[in-house]
């Protein structure tokens, strides 16, 4: 039996007297991947930051329910919102590593956590992680060199690296591979898998195929609530709802 | 006329407005030169004037002026920068937020000789730090406080936010964020600023006239609590107090100080050219 890593129950979220989201109950798998599809604005990415509480620098954003991880409610008040986002680390839509060298952007979560400074400790640390993001055979001889120098793909594969080198439980990933072109999408999927050992994934996606291909558990969002959560085999051959018949076939969204 | 011709017409009528500004600022440096060029010399800089300041050199003042940008420097750095930051990363959209920022537009707007003022009844009579440079360098520095502040914040602000936002899901704090992500990227802008503001500093007369400046010392400064010359100062004192004064140490004098300022902006404009093509976002 697989337990659940994260179990939202009874999520509301607010832009102000906007409804983003509407009383959402998605339980997530530990070590599988989650898709969430659906269509624009349909609150997919909004609930995505809900998980690391991300929305929190927006100054008119409210949450109602609860968000547990590991049984535990990320918005409690005793919860330390610093260290829930080294377990729930993030990928972004755009390749943003920092300007900096390879080297750096990989360091640079442990130094700040103060898990190694310098030295052979952080060495491995950075090995590790460009291995663990499949990266280390491309940049080995060049961890001095600037990151923003690397194609899309690389950049993408160091970030994630960069989010895996603080060991996070669960990785939360926007729209990874909107930026990138099919072959790069293909290597950054296949990594994704390999980082299932490992950890929890959660992916945001337009790309319907991906999320087809790429994950266990797929949830299709509409107009911020979720319509249909299932099995990805099931949810893309026999789906329940009318409406992610529609979606999914693209008659709808 | 046709659009050509109109289109000529403009470019005529801009290029001849932007000459009438240039030109008189070349006349003024040149003609500088040609009367100070050939008062320069090793002597003039690192002697003391002599014989009722007709002769010699103006070593004590540029001296002076060298310690007052330092104590500027030292006095408003932190507290701009400071305040910057505070500005731009850690403060709401409020009341006081804005009662702050209104502060400091004013604060550029103050006459020079009101900062003077200021300095003579804060630093030197109430605080009872006398004449000297600790209370010339302070009313230097309060004068100095808008212009870092608000290019310090305006480079913090153009940081972009992407870099914030990363750094915050990995697990940095707050702090951790604008001292790693934020202030490295904003440093070639802050330096900018800094430099345009003690630039200033160092022509200013208005500032130091009650707060430091003296007529003239046989003695160089010894510690921050005495009183200095200055080259502004003493650029006034030599052009308008001593009868008989000689036209080239005049000239001579205000040739060096406008080279300081000059070479104070020019490196903040280098520093600021230079970072904007190394700029990778």
Redesign the interface.
């Known amino acids: 039996m697989i337990k659940n890593k994260i179990d939202v129950e009874g999520f509301n979220f607010y832009y102000g007297n906007f409804q983003a989201l509407k009383n959402l109950n998605v339980p997530i798998r530990e070590h599988q991947i989650t898709a969430l599809i659906g269509p624009s604005g349909c609150g997919k990415s909004t609930f995505l930051r809900s998980l690391n509480r991300m929305n929190d620098t927006i100054a008119s954003a409210r949450a109602e329910g609860k968000v547990l991880l590991n049984g535990k409610n990320v918005y409690d008040p005793d919860v330390d919102v610093v260290e829930l986002r080294q377990r729930v680390g993030m990928v972004f839509q755009r390749p943003n590593p920092f300007p900096q060298s390879i080297y750096n952007n990989v360091a640079f979560g442990p130094r700040v956590l103060g898990m190694a400074q310098k030295g052979t400790d952080l060495d491995n640390i950075v090995e590790a992680s460009l291995k663990e993001a499949a990266l280390w055979d491309e940049v080995k001889d060049r961890l001095n060199h600037l990151a923003t120098d690397l194609n899309p793909g690389q950049q993408q594969r160091l970030c994630i690296a960069r989010a895996v080198a603080v060991r996070p439980e669960v990785i939360l990933m926007d729209e990874p591979c909107s930026a990138l072109d099919p072959v790069a999408t293909l290597s950054v999927e296949e990594l994704m898998r390999e980082l299932s050992d490992e950890y929890t994934i959660v992916i945001v996606t337009h790309n319907m195929q991906q999320a087809a291909r790429a994950s266990d558990w797929t949830g299709f969002f509409w107009l911020g609530e979720l319509v249909e959560f299932a099995p990805t085999g099931e949810l893309f051959t026999n789906p329940k709802q009318e409406l992610t018949e529609s979606y999914i076939t693209g008659r709808q969204g | 006329m046709t659009r050509q011709q109109s289109q000529q017409l403009a470019i005529w009528v801009i290029t001849a407005v932007s000459a009438i500004v240039v030109i008189p600022i070349l006349i003024v440096i040149l003609y500088m030169l040609y009367n100070g060029i050939s008062t320069i010399s090793w002597e003039f800089i690192s002697q003391p004037p002599r014989n009722g300041m007709t002769e010699g050199g103006i070593f004590p003042a540029l001296l002076g002026t060298i310690f007052l940008t330092l104590g500027t420097a030292v006095a408003a750095i932190p507290l701009g920068v400071g305040a910057a930051i505070y500005l731009a990363e850690y403060a ?1 959209d409020n009341r006081l937020t804005r009662a702050i920022r209104l502060a400091i537009v004013n604060l550029a707007g103050i006459p020079s000789i009101v900062y003077g003022l200021f300095g003579l009844g804060m630093f030197v009579l109430f605080l009872n730090y006398g004449t000297s440079i600790l209370a010339g360098s302070l009313t230097l520095g309060l004068m100095t406080l808008p212009v870092i502040i608000s290019t310090a914040e305006e480079a913090i602000l153009s940081v972009p936010q ?2 914030r ?9 707050r702090w ?1 964020t604008i001292r ?2 934020v202030l490295p ?1 904003a440093l070639p802008g802050i330096i900018t600023g800094v430099i345009l503001g003690l630039g200033r500093a160092a022509g200013e007369t208005a500032p130091i006239l009650f707060t430091v400046a003296a007529f003239y010392l046989p003695n160089l400064p010894k510690s921050i609590f005495d009183q200095s010359m200055a080259l502004p100062y003493h650029l006034y004192v030599i052009a308008t107090q001593v009868p008989g004064m000689p036209l080239g140490i005049q000239y001579g004098t205000a040739l060096i100080l406008l080279f300081i300022v000059l070479s104070l902006t020019l490196v903040a404009t280098l520093i600021r050219s230079t970072m904007r093509r190394r700029r ?2």
């Not at chain 2, 990363?166 to 940095?172: F, K, P, Q």
Request: hydrophobic share 40%; glycine share 12%; charged share 10%.
């Open positions: 709401g992407e870099f936002i990363v750094s915050l899901s990995l697990g940095a704090t951790q790693n992500q990227h990778e976002w």
